[in-house]
């Protein structure tokens, strides 16, 4: 039986870079955006949030996944990548509703806001 508050409003993948790496996450970000009506929630070069280190941050709907997951699959570059869902449990969707692509990243998810804040929903 589905729940009605597992409702999920689109998804958010995290590609974690170093300073080495920026500049393959930057390239990411320009073929993502190039091949999908994604939006690029930006880059953080220091923590943020449960993102112990520097991540890009992009945005996509539920029927955008079947196509962008696939393709950071292949695109990756070797990094490594968190996709998770926006449902009305953000520390549910950061751990056991996650999926990673490449080594996880421990997380700090005590500091989670239980819901998320419209800026961080897919506008399409």
């Known amino acids: 039986m589905h729940d009605q508050s597992n409702r999920i409003s689109g998804y958010?993948?995290?590609?974690?870079?170093a300073s080495e790496t920026r500049p393959a996450a930057e390239r990411l970000a320009a073929s993502i955006a190039e091949n999908f009506a994604v939006e690029i929630g930006g880059f953080f070069d220091e923590p943020?949030?449960?993102?112990?280190?520097?991540?890009?941050?992009?945005i996509f709907t539920t029927a955008q996944f079947a196509n962008v997951v696939p393709w950071l699959m292949q695109s990756r570059d070797g990094l490594d990548v968190l996709i998770?869902?926006?449902?009305?449990?953000?520390?549910?969707?950061?751990?056991?509703?996650?999926l990673w692509l490449g080594t996880p990243v421990?997380?700090?998810?005590?500091?989670?806001r239980p819901t998320y804040r419209?800026?961080?929903?897919?506008?399409?």
């Open 84 to 98: 998770h869902p926006l449902t009305d449990d953000s520390v549910r969707d950061h751990a056991p509703q996650a």
């Open 118 to 124: 419209p800026e961080l929903l897919p506008t399409a």
């Open 48 to 58: 943020v949030g449960p993102h112990p280190v520097a991540n890009l941050q992009i």
């Open 12 to 17: 958010h993948a995290h590609v974690y870079y």
């Open 106 to 112: 421990p997380l700090k998810l005590h500091g989670l």
